[in-house]
């Protein structure tokens, strides 16, 4: 069954930090670019990091570099967002989902999406 499961999201204070997972199964992750997005409720989907298996190379909003990381465990075939210095825009549903071996901008572009991962940041 090919599926895609977050999970790690919580409840946690501006300034901390949060490590989300991303379990994908039925396929291998050296053949796909893996996306994160995010989406608060009225709101557009947001794309947030990307890495790219063409060039091994990640992507990341403007609004998360130099905080958020991308990280992948190609033998548990899981991949790893760390969330660093959370701010209270942050908070959103953080979704994890995958493409062709390239990132792209548009979430049309990716075929396979997990239910999702709630990160809420609150003092």
């Known amino acids: 069954q090919v599926q895609l499961v977050e999970s790690g999201g919580g409840l946690v204070q501006p300034g901390g930090s949060l490590r989300l997972s991303c379990v994908v199964s039925?396929?291998?992750?050296?053949?796909?670019?893996i996306g994160w997005f995010r989406q608060v409720p009225g709101k557009e989907r947001e794309g947030v990091s990307c890495?790219?298996?063409?060039?091994?190379?990640?992507y990341f909003t403007d609004s998360v570099k130099g905080r958020f990381t991308m990280s992948r465990d190609n033998s548990e075939n899981t991949v790893y967002l760390q969330m660093d210095n959370l701010k209270p825009e942050d908070a959103a549903v953080y979704y994890c989902?995958?493409?062709?071996?390239?990132?792209?901008?548009?979430?049309?572009?990716?075929?396979?999406w997990g239910q999702g991962t709630q990160v809420t940041v609150s003092s």
């Open positions: 890495f790219s298996s063409s060039d091994g190379y990640t």
């Open positions: 039925g396929f291998t992750l050296d053949r796909y670019a």
């Open positions: 989902a995958a493409a062709g071996e390239v990132c792209y901008s548009d979430e049309g572009q990716y075929d396979l």
